[in-house]
């Protein structure tokens, strides 16, 4: 049974860029969460996809923004990419959508270096 | 939205050793989990455990929904526990699921 699965592994850009991050869920999870860790934090919760659908959404800037596909795997998308915005991003999965009530299950993460 | 907090911040034990950590939480909650992050920066799940008592091996955990707060006991600890804990917590109106600043454990042998 495959877990999570996240792409890439590193990730090094410019600043002013745009990346994208990709996420699988665990087999029979239709939902996915995306978490921003910063070195030495607690991840934060930047939003959460059911249905194609962003769902829920912490306090962070238009800059981040996301997508679900049928098969319910995700990406992240940053535009105009800041110096504060090296970190490690987690993907989570859960087998319930409206409320993340449910055991979340997290990928490895992508760690994005932004010089 | 709810708080979560907690404590020690850093641990150091002596292999052997047994340890507690702590977490609490400022509201009422659906869901709390503990995790320990290993150095690559893999959340692992520990426990799902919103109340109650759960135990899998040399851990183990309590949450006491009432008082909002919960415990992560380690037995016999090993140097490969060695890492991040973080307790996180989903409070009752669901709008988002909040992780703790984490402690840091360090087992020496």
């Known amino acids: 049974d495959a877990g999570v699965t996240q792409s890439p592994t590193h990730l090094i850009k410019t600043r002013g860029q745009q990346v994208t991050l990709r996420c699988s869920p665990k087999s029979g999870h239709d939902t996915v969460s995306w978490y921003q860790q910063a070195l030495g934090q607690g991840p934060q919760f930047i939003f959460q996809y059911y249905e194609e659908e962003e769902r829920q959404r912490g306090n962070f800037p238009d800059r981040f923004s996301g997508h679900q596909f049928p098969n319910y795997s995700s990406e992240l998308n940053v535009n105009a990419l800041l110096l504060g915005d090296s970190a490690l991003y987690l993907c989570?999965?859960?087998?319930?959508?409206?409320?993340?009530?449910?055991?979340?299950?997290f990928g490895p993460g992508t760690r994005l270096t932004v010089t | 939205g709810i708080q979560v907090e907690q404590s020690p911040p850093d641990l150091i034990l002596q292999e052997g050793a047994n340890s507690t950590l702590r977490c609490n939480f400022s509201d009422s909650v659906n869901n709390l989990q503990w995790f320990h992050q290993n150095p690559w920066g893999q959340l692992i799940n520990l426990f799902y455990?919103?109340?109650g008592t759960k135990q899998n091996g040399r851990l183990s955990a309590t949450t006491v929904a009432t008082e909002r707060y919960s415990l992560l006991y380690i037995s016999s600890s090993q140097t490969t526990d060695s890492g991040v804990y973080f307790c996180?917590?989903?409070?009752?109106?669901?709008?988002?699921?909040?992780f703790g600043p984490g402690t840091r454990l360090s087992v020496l042998p």
């Open positions: 996180a917590a989903l409070d009752n109106y669901g709008q988002n699921f909040v």
């Open positions: 989570a999965s859960s087998p319930e959508s409206r409320v993340m009530s449910y055991e979340q299950y």
């Open positions: 455990i919103p109340s």
